[in-house]
């Protein structure tokens, strides 16, 4: 296995993946820009909050839908929707407010009912924070294997349903007294990237369901080529970075793409250490594993995944960082002239020998078998396996048939160097969706887009989104990315707010009081977090003393008639 690799891999978030076999691991680095960080939940030396909330279940249908030709053969079965809560705060007519795991194991959201927004929250409204799983993650398998038959049932307006239907019909232990359901108590949403966009299509798809909903970072528009998801990093990481990046990547297309020369190519895989990597766009897209580390940033330095940070520096280094890579001074300047960078010599010799040195570090060094194994996407057996232990297969399916976003590097105008090379385009990232699934057709996301896309609009659906995001050209936020979405007013009742400086759903994780720090200049949380959460807070309270009066009205209007 590649050990450095996949401890980096688990940085950044996977898909809650049991990856068992060292041949899933190019695979691992593909899925790993596509959904959220597991990082950024919980410190290592706080209690495990695994050991804090118990797990229940609520049985739920495996098909709401018997009218949809979608879902064939159909399902009268029902399966076991995970769930956990903190009633902690509650008092009489709080609500409750369900954080939606996304697209991972559930057990990684629990440490949100201990601190950041969602703990925040049941706090400022007496209410009872939930964490809720996504059916086909973690325990909550609507089927017993995940061949691409039984994965039918694995859409996004499935697993809208079943939030519904748990707000309808959902007990919490120790308040069973109560009649906390749905719409006799006020339900919110909140949710971060995918449960972003889920829970924003929540709020429109069930009004009367769920009172409210915060979407942060939420990718309300699918797209099939997602090529933009590099654009925030190449407009806001360190612009000497990005500029050897553009070019070294460049020089690596024409040498790959433009020359295509079979001995030229085997100089540059050997250089990087890579000589036995048999596709020249699984190479590509090993040697580009640093770049794609830019999502994992946060403002929280114990959950910031400094890689990124560390693969920059590596590059923008004046000096030698690695020794070992100092014999290959002449190889590396005989590519650079044959790559057509030969006035820039004394300019990316550096450069290119301590991205060789980084790659050897966090990747090459550690590849135990052959290098195909550790890094090739293109064997058909490695996707062959589908029983139930193959969760990998969850998020990519959603991807392949109604989500998009593979990152290529071949969308980029042609006028603009890219930071991923043009060999990683849509045949090679949908592999997954061939060889997995026997899809080879793009994925409908009018399935998505149906419900608003950039303009998705509702009342009381706040917009919270980072201002540097990988992902803020999939979400409202889009503009200037996308000039399709438009800038909107900040209200109340449609909140509407970028975090300057933020990355990926900033505002979902917080401290304990002991652990902020409030003198200059290093805030935490930083400045713009605390205004967003304190942003949140004050527009929910005003949610809900909307609530309380349209209950009195309600009260009112029954003792009338």
Known sequence: MVKKLSALCAVLGLVGASFAAAPMRAIEQKLRRTTISNRAIHKREDT?????????????????????SLYEPHSDEKFNLRYWFDATYYKDGGPVIVL???????????????????????VATNGIGVVLEHRYYGTSWPTQNLTTESLRFLTTDQALADQAYFAQNAVYAGLEDKNLTAPNTAYLAYGGSYAGAFVAFLRKLYPDVYWGAISSSGVTEAIWDYWAYWEPI???????????????????????????????????????GLPNVTHDDDFAATIAYGIGSWQGKN???????????????NLTSTELVYPTSKGLIDTVQDIIKKGGYESEIGKLTTPILNWIGWLAQYAVDDCEGSQDTCFGTHNITHYEQDDITQDWRSWPYQYCTQWGYLQTGSG???????LVSRTSDLEYNSLVC????????????????????????????????????????????ASPFNTTAVNRTDTVSEPFSLIAGAVHHW?????????????????LPPIPVRDVQAQEIMFVLEWMQEWQLEQMIKQYDELKS
């Open 48 to 68: 495990d909050p695994a050991l804090l909330y118990p797990a229940y279940n609520l049985s739920v249908p495996v098909d709401h839908f018997h009218n949809d």
């Open 100 to 122: 939606q795991s996304g697209e991972t194991d559930g057990v990684g959201r629990l440490g949100f009912l201990q601190k950041g927004l969602l703990h925040d929250l049941a």
């Open 234 to 272: 190449r407009w806001y990481a360190n612009q000497q970075c990005i500029e050897y990046q553009q070019k070294i990547i460049d020089l690596v297309d024409n040498i790959i793409i433009r020359q295509n020369d079979s001995d030229t190519t085997a100089e540059l895989k050997a250089a990087f």
């Open 299 to 313: 403002w929280d330095p114990e959950l910031n995944d400094p890689s990124f940070d560390l693969y920059c520096g």
């Open 412 to 418: 980029y105008p042609d006028d603009i160097l890219p």
């Open 434 to 477: 061939k060889y997995a699934f026997n899809i080879t057709t793009p994925p409908d996301v009018d399935a998505i887009n149906k419900f608003g896309g950039f303009g998705i609009s509702y009342p009381r659906l706040a917009i919270i989104d980072g201002e540097q995001d990988p992902w803020r050209p999939a979400t409202p936020h």
């Open 507 to 523: 505002d979902e994780n917080g401290l304990f009081p002991n652990q902020t720090v409030d003198s200059p200049p290093d805030f």
